[in-house]
C-alpha cells in the first residue's frame, strides 16, 4: 500500500474565481478573498487535509476553479509561497502596464 | 479585405448566442468545469496563472482601423486598457471576467470578429506573409489562399477532434516571412518551373514545441486548384493515423517522422487518389470571388516621392533611422509598408495600449488605406503608405510612443507571455527581453549589430519561437529557480534551421550578459554586416561562441526570482 501524500506545511489554498478568473485565497472565514493577509494557513496535516476536502467542494459548488494546496514560507506574512510561480500568481505580472515589481 | 457573407455572418451569430448559453450553464452549475473546459477553449478563452484570457483571431494578420478600433474599445470596457499581439498573428486580452466573455464575443462578431477554433486540438488561425499584397517579389499574394483555406478549415466536422492542434502558413514570396517550415503544414505559392502554372509547394511536419522539427516537403507543386482536396488527404491521414494516446507525441510532425516521409507521402497520395476531389475543391469562380476581396490597393506611382523622403530623413536622424529599419519596399513605386514597432525599449514585446490601438486605427486611416496587418513577429504593419506621408507618419507614431525604429534589429525581439501570464510557462519571458533591450537600447549599436532574430520562449511550448532564433533563449526551472538555455543558429526561413544549444543554463541576470558576448563575438568574426548571425553560426559552428558562456557566468547566486 502507497503511503498518503505528505503536504508540506504550512499551506494555504489558492484558486480562481470562476466568475472572475481572480486569483482567491480560502480564508478564516470559510469564504474566498483576494486579500492574501486573510488567507487561512494549515500548520498540521490534518488541517491541509481538511483544506483540500474545502478546495474540492468549493469546486464542485462552483465557486472557484483549479484550487490547490500551496506551500508557503513559514514565519512571512502576508503569506509568501515557496515556489516562484506560485509568487508570481499571487502578486500579479513583473512586466507591462500592471506590473507588480516585487514579491 | 475579406468581408463576411451571409453565412459567414450567421456561423458566427450562432456560435455567439451557442457559447452565451454555455456560459451560464456553467454559471449556474449545469456544466462542470470539466464539462465547460472544451467548450470554452473552442471559444478561445484560457484559465491562466492570474485570470481568464480571450485570444482572438486575426485570419492572416489583417485588420481594418474599424476592427483595431472595436479592439481597442474591448480592451478598454472589458479588460485592462491593452491587448498582446502574439506569434500567431492573433491578440490576446489577459483579463476578462468570464462573465463578460459572450459580451465580447457580440461586439466581435459586429466586426466581423471572433475567437473561433483559436485554441483546442483543431486546425488554428492560418497565418501569413505580413507584406502580403506588397512584396516586389511575391509571385501571388497568399491571402485569398488563407481565407479560402480558412473557410474550409472553420468548423470542418471531420477535422474538430484531431489528435493534437493543427497550424498552417502561407506564404507566397520566395522570401519566407510566414515561417511555413516550421508549420504542420506549409504553404508556398509558386510557379511550375516548366508550364509556369500557378500552384503550391506543399511542406509538412514542421513545427516547434519539445521536439522541433523542419517541415518536409510532401509535394514540389500541387496545382492551385486541388488544394483543398489535397489538405483534406493530409489531414484524413493524420486524423486516422496520428497518435492519440500521448499529447506530447501527437502533433502531425511526430507521425511524418516516425513514418518516414515516403511512407506517410504514399498515405496520403492514396488518400488522396480515394476521396472525390471535385466535391472538396472549389471552383475557379469561387476562388476569384475570394480573390476579388483582396484587389491590390487602389495606389498611384509616386516617383518623387523617395526624394521628398530623403530630403526630410537628412534633417533628422531619428526619421532617417525609422527609415532605414522600419520601411519595407512596396510593389508600387514611391510606396512602403510601414512596421510600426510594439518593442519600445523597456516595454512587453507585443503590447499595445488601447489609445496606441486608436492611434494605429486613425493612422492606417489617413495613410494605408484603413488596413492593418500584424506579423508574426508581434508588430503592426501599415502596408500602403506613400514615401512622401512617412515623415508625417513617423512624428504621429513618435506622439503615441510607436516610433521606436528597431524593426528587424537585436531589440526587436519576439517572447512570449511567459510566467507573467501563462499557466503553462516555466520561467519569465517579458523582464528578459526588456533586459537585453536595454542593453541594446542605443540605436547606433543596434544598427551596427543589424539582424539578430532574438526570441524567447518562457517554456518548452516554444511560444515565442525561440528555436528558430538566431539566438534563442527558453526559460526554464532549475532547482527551483528561473534557469535560461541559449541556442544558436535558428532561423525560420525557407532555410529554416533549429538552433543547437550554446551550453548549460543560465541564470535569468546573467542571459543579457551572454548576449553581450554573443554579439561581441558575431561583430569581430563576421566578414561583412551583411553576414547575419545565425550565417556565422552556420561557419563556424557553435563552439566557436562557447566562451560567451564559460566567460560571463558568475559565482552560483542564492538569489531566488
Known amino acids: 500500500m502507497s503511503k498518503p501524500d505528505t503536504i508540506i506545511l504550512p499551506a494555504i489554498l489558492l484558486a480562481n474565481d470562476l466568475r472572475s478568473g481572480a486569483v482567491v485565497f480560502r480564508t478564516k472565514a470559510d469564504g474566498w478573498s483576494r486579500d492574501a493577509a486573510l488567507a487561512l494557513v494549515a500548520e498540521t496535516q490534518e488541517a491541509a487535509e481538511r483544506l483540500k476536502g474545502e478546495a474540492l467542494a468549493a469546486v464542485n459548488r462552483n465557486e472557484v476553479v483549479d484550487a490547490y494546496l500551496v506551500d508557503i514560507a513559514e514565519g512571512v506574512w502576508p503569506p509568501r509561497p515557496n515556489h516562484f510561480r506560485e509568487r508570481r500568481k499571487i502578486t500579479g505580472p513583473s512586466a507591462g502596464p500592471h506590473a507588480v515589481l516585487t514579491e | ?561
Open chain 2, 1 to 561: 479585405m475579406y468581408r463576411y457573407d451571409e453565412f459567414d455572418a450567421a456561423i458566427v451569430a450562432d456560435r455567439v448566442a451557442e457559447f452565451r448559453a454555455q456560459v451560464e450553464r456553467r454559471l449556474s452549475g449545469q456544466l462542470t468545469e470539466d464539462e465547460f473546459k472544451p467548450l470554452r477553449l473552442q471559444n478561445g478563452v484560457y484559465l491562466q496563472l492570474h485570470a481568464y484570457m480571450l485570444r482572438i483571431a486575426i485570419p492572416y494578420g489583417t485588420l481594418s482601423s474599424h476592427q483595431l478600433r472595436r479592439l481597442a474599445e474591448i480592451a478598454e470596457r472589458y479588460d485592462r486598457g491593452y491587448g498582446h499581439f502574439t506569434t500567431r498573428q492573433n491578440l490576446q486580452f489577459n483579463w476578462p471576467s468570464l462573465v463578460d466573455v459572450p459580451e465580447i464575443l457580440e461586439k466581435l462578431a459586429e466586426v466581423e470578429m471572433h475567437c473561433i477554433q483559436t485554441s483546442g486540438n483543431c486546425i488554428r488561425n492560418v497565418t501569413a506573409d505580413h507584406f502580403a499584397g506588397v512584396a516586389a517579389d511575391e509571385v501571388e499574394d497568399p491571402r485569398p489562399t488563407a481565407e479560402l483555406v480558412r473557410q474550409w478549415s472553420t468548423f470542418h466536422p471531420e477535422f474538430a477532434f484531431l489528435p493534437r492542434k493543427f497550424k498552417i502558413a502561407v506564404t507566397g514570396s520566395p522570401q519566407d516571412r510566414a515561417a511555413t517550415m516550421v508549420h504542420d503544414i506549409g504553404l508556398v505559392i509558386r510557379r511550375h518551373p516548366d508550364t509556369g502554372e500557378i500552384g503550391y509547394r506543399i511542406s509538412v511536419g514542421g513545427g516547434l514545441g519539445r521536439t522541433p522539427m523542419i517541415g518536409r516537403v510532401i509535394r514540389d507543386f500541387l496545382p492551385k486548384r486541388e488544394l483543398l482536396a489535397y489538405l483534406e488527404a493530409v489531414l484524413r491521414v493524420y486524423n486516422a493515423e496520428g497518435r492519440r494516446d500521448n499529447k506530447y507525441k501527437a502533433r502531425i510532425k511526430i507521425l511524418v517522422h516516425e513514418t518516414g516521409l515516403e511512407e506517410f507521402r504514399a498515405l496520403v497520395e492514396a488518400e488522396y487518389a480515394r476521396l472525390d476531389g471535385p466535391s472538396v475543391d472549389v471552383g475557379d469562380q469561387e476562388r476569384a470571388r475570394i480573390a476579388a476581396y483582396f484587389a491590390p490597393a487602389a495606389l498611384q506611382a509616386r516617383p518623387q516621392a523617395q526624394a521628398v523622403l530623403d530630403r526630410a530623413a537628412a534633417r533628422d536622424a531619428g526619421l532617417a533611422a525609422f527609415v532605414a529599419n522600419n520601411l519595407f519596399p512596396h510593389r508600387v513605386e514611391g510606396h512602403a509598408a510601414v512596421t510600426v514597432s510594439l518593442k519600445p525599449i523597456g516595454a512587453p514585446p507585443g503590447d499595445a495600449t488601447a489609445d496606441q490601438m486608436r492611434a494605429v486605427a486613425d493612422l492606417a486611416d489617413r495613410y494605408s488605406q484603413g488596413e492593418i496587418r500584424v506579423s508574426h513577429e508581434q508588430n503592426l504593419i501599415l502596408p500602403h503608405v506613400a514615401l512622401d506621408d512617412v515623415p508625417a507618419l513617423y512624428a504621429a507614431l513618435g506622439k503615441a510612443g510607436l516610433a521606436s525604429a528597431n524593426a528587424g534589429l537585436i531589440t526587436d525581439i519576439i517572447a512570449c507571455p511567459g510566467l507573467d501570464y501563462c499557466a503553462l510557462a516555466t520561467a519569465r519571458s517579458i523582464p528578459i527581453a526588456q533586459a537585453i533591450a536595454e542593453r541594446f537600447a542605443d540605436p547606433a549599436r543596434q544598427a551596427q549589430i543589424g539582424a539578430v532574430g532574438l526570441k524567447i520562449s518562457g517554456c518548452i511550448n516554444a511560444c515565442g519561437h525561440h528555436h528558430v532564433g538566431g539566438i534563442g533563449i527558453l526559460g526554464l526551472e532549475k532547482n527551483g529557480i528561473e534557469n535560461y538555455q541559449i541556442t544558436l543558429g535558428g532561423d525560420p526561413g525557407l532555410d529554416a534551421s533549429i538552433g543547437e544549444r550554446l551550453g548549460p543554463g543560465v541564470a535569468a541576470e546573467e542571459v543579457p550578459d551572454v548576449v553581450e558576448a554573443l554579439i561581441a563575438l558575431y561583430l569581430t568574426e563576421r566578414q561583412s554586416p551583411a553576414e547575419r548571425f545565425t550565417d556565422v553560426v552556420r561557419r563556424k559552428g557553435v563552439a566557436f561562441f562557447k566562451p560567451a558562456l564559460t566567460q560571463t557566468q558568475r559565482e552560483p547566486s542564492d538569489a531566488a526570482a
